[in-house]
């Protein structure tokens, strides 16, 4: 496994998760898999394999569960409610490192056996608005590792963000098909499926 910075996962935020797996499920043509819940977030989850040492998660809040803190990925401000009001979106990106020593806004979190750090802003904030990805350094097996293969795997994910420059020069070494353009910020992930090539945007 590459040593360097690598993508992990993609983050597909929806209302509700019962929902968004009918539309991403119809959208891939390939059923997702169990997560678990974030109870410190407030959030469940379902996954999905990119390959070997990737995967895509579905977020939604958890109806019943007030967290403490505010939810990542912004799903507790209106505004991203009112972007998942009508369908699910591509959100955020996540990349994973050696070592998150030294860097800020660092949760060490663990759900069943897995264990890992990412980086969180205390008020669940999105840097660049989601273009930028968070961090990851997993303390157990990667979960992509343990996904059944449905065929799926990213073939670009486009970043647009009015400080693409800024962006191009912070993910320099990342490994992973991305792309940066100048515009408002937004995501934008194609995918290649055994029936074909989909999208999906933030």
Same mark, same amino acid.
């Given at each position: ?11 597909? /935020? ?44 579905? #977020?939604?809040?958890?109806? /019943? ?53 990412? !980086? ?14 968070? *961090? #990851? ?14 065929? #799926?795997?990213?073939?670009? *994910? ?13 993910? /320099? ?19 290649? !499926? ?5 999208? #999906?945007?933030?």
């Amino acid at each position: 496994m590459s040593s360097r910075p690598t993508l992990d996962h993609l983050v597909v /935020a929806a209302a509700d998760l019962e929902a968004g797996r009918v539309w991403l499920e119809r959208k891939l043509g390939c059923p997702l898999e169990p997560g678990g819940r974030h109870t410190d977030y407030g959030t469940h989850n379902l996954l999905l394999s990119l390959g070997p040492s990737a995967y895509l998660e579905l #977020i939604a809040p958890e109806a /019943a569960t007030t967290p403490a803190r505010p939810r990542w990925f912004e799903l507790d401000t209106p505004a991203m409610r009112a972007r998942l009001a009508g369908r699910p979106a591509l959100v955020h990106w996540v990349v994973r490192v050696g070592s998150l020593a030294g860097v800020a806004d660092v949760r060490e979190l663990s759900r069943g056996a897995s264990r890992w750090a990412l !980086t969180v802003p205390d008020d669940g904030s999105l840097p660049l608005g989601g273009a930028a990805p968070s *961090l #990851i350094e997993w303390h157990s097996p990667l979960p992509a590792a343990s996904l059944p293969d449905r065929g #799926i795997r990213l073939a670009e *994910l486009v970043l647009s963000t009015p400080e693409a420059a800024a962006l191009q020069r912070r993910l /320099a070494g990342v490994e992973a098909p991305w792309r940066v353009r100048h515009g408002d910020t937004g995501l934008r992930a194609r995918l290649t !499926t055994p029936a074909g090539g989909t999208e #999906i945007v933030g």
